[in-house]
């Protein structure tokens, strides 16, 4: 009898291990490793159906003069933001993975795009849900006249009969996890499992141009699923992410072999499906009639993301002895700092006023980028005086009360270009080398914090 063939994987990212690991030599995680078989099931072979297709498509050599220069052949999903995302539409035979944290709207943006594209054979490959279940969600869309064919099989030898027969133009997985190929002997959603039916994917996607969608979900602390060894395999990593309990989702692009990473793509979720935002300052900045004072929005970066938020500041006279200093999402120290900065070099009498700090939606910022905003915000609720809601900041500020660079000024610019803000304060120092013209706002390069209050308050 054949001796059971069985490797060691990282959960976090692919890597294999003959034995089991404590620590991973890749990714450096600890218990991550699990065994799975990796054997082909007895009397089985490998995916024939796959190999079949995959061979009928494989390329010969080709004289290089012999070949057509094609300029890119941009495919529109008839979705500007996705199109955006993507760099200027879809490309031809590359695999896009789509992850979010379950619920959070991917199925439906993916059918959604699957029934817009009303041109195309698409193969919307389901082991999430039920036939009927997504008619009822198609229904809910505005089930229009489309060429969308629906197939919840989950095992690749069918998948690639019915790829096969039906010849689809773009093909979509809901989700990567649930897919499992017989050439292997693990469950769906285990690594090897994930990675080969990932790669026979990508296979088919390259030799017959087909675009493939891949959903995946994300787990709480935002890594997908399985491993990482998918985002390498694909040529672009979508995220689609929001908050559950506001109405607008956001699709970042994370990778993108064909396009910058830096895009945005702005929807809110409506009963009838995703609507696409052209105007998204109006989301993400609270509404408000008038202009309150103590207000600021700074750009800031959540990893590798541009982000902004909103920054309120409350200061008012102390009702007792002590003064109260209170944030929430802002690091205590950090504010205690930045009054002192205020108090000693410019003069601000807060030593015997409350401070509140509050980062509004809940979240926790550690970025300094947002320290021109904290303190502008603190100024203007002593003075009483409200900031122009166009207006965003983007810098930190030193214990002389100097403006000090940060990192990746020009993501955060257009970003904040991007939503729909007209003036962005940044660091003179660093300024030099960034082109003015091209972000669409007004720069505002200054030295020290005088400079600041001089142009916002005088
Ligand atoms: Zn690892």
Redesign the pocket.
């Known amino acids: 009898m054949a001796k059971t063939k069985t490797a060691y994987f990282?959960q976090?990212?692919?890597?294999q291990s003959p034995k089991w690991l404590g620590k991973?030599p890749?990714?450096?995680?600890w218990n991550?490793f699990v065994e799975e078989l990796v054997q082909p099931p007895a009397g089985k072979t490998a995916n024939s159906t796959f190999s079949q297709t995959v061979t009928a498509h494989r390329p010969v050599p080709r004289l290089l003069s012999a070949i057509d220069m094609q300029t890119e052949n941009r495919i529109d999903t008839f979705n500007m933001e996705l199109n955006r995302v993507l760099g200027g539409g879809l490309v031809p035979g590359s695999v896009v993975l789509v992850g979010g944290e379950p619920g959070i709207g991917k199925s439906t943006l993916m059918l959604q795009v699957a029934l817009d594209m009303v041109n195309y054979t698409v193969l919307y490959i389901s082991g999430e849900e039920s036939e009927q279940q997504i008619k009822m969600r198609a229904a809910r869309l505005g089930d229009k006249k489309n060429n969308t064919y629906i197939l919840t099989v989950t095992d690749m030898e069918t998948v690639f009969r019915h790829i096969e027969s039906l010849q689809p133009q773009i093909i979509v997985v809901d989700s990567i996890q649930t897919l499992h190929t017989g050439s292997i002997e693990s469950p769906a959603g285990s690594v090897s499992q994930i990675r080969q039916c990932a790669n026979e994917l990508q296979q088919y996607a390259k030799v017959t141009n087909t675009p493939v969608f891949l959903i995946g979900h994300i787990t709480k602390d935002g890594a997908l699923a399985g491993p990482k060894i998918l985002e390498h395999m694909v040529d672009a990593v979508l995220q689609f992410e929001g908050d559950r309990n506001y109405g607008y989702r956001m699709l970042r692009s994370v990778k993108n072999r064909f396009g910058s990473t830096s895009e945005l793509g702005i929807y809110e979720m409506q009963n009838d499906g995703l609507r696409q935002v052209l105007n998204p300052s109006e989301l993400l900045i609270t509404h408000r009639d008038e202009h309150f004072s103590g207000i600021t929005i700074a750009a800031t970066m959540e990893g590798l993301r541009p982000m902004l938020v909103e920054i309120q500041a409350l200061v008012s006279t102390a009702a007792y002895g002590v003064p109260q200093r209170s944030t929430t999402g802002f690091d205590g120290r950090r504010l205690n700092m930045l009054l002192a900065v205020l108090e000693k070099r410019h003069g601000f009498r807060l030593a015997t006023k409350d401070v509140f700090l509050n980062i509004a939606g809940g979240i926790r910022i550690d970025d300094p980028a947002v320290d021109l905003a904290v303190v502008s915000a603190i100024i203007s609720s002593n003075e009483d005086m409200p900031i122009n809601p166009k207006t965003c900041f983007a810098a930190e500020v030193g214990l002389s009360g100097e403006i000090r660079a940060v990192s990746r000024v020009e993501q955060r610019i257009s970003e904040a270009a991007k939503l729909g803000f007209e003036k962005i304060f940044v660091a003179r120092h660093g300024f030099k080398n960034l082109d003015k013209k091209e972000f669409g706002i007004e720069l505002v390069a200054v030295g020290r914090i005088e400079q600041v209050f001089e142009i916002l308050f005088r």
Do not use: I
């Open positions: 990282c976090s990212c692919g890597y991973c890749s990714c450096a995680e991550t």
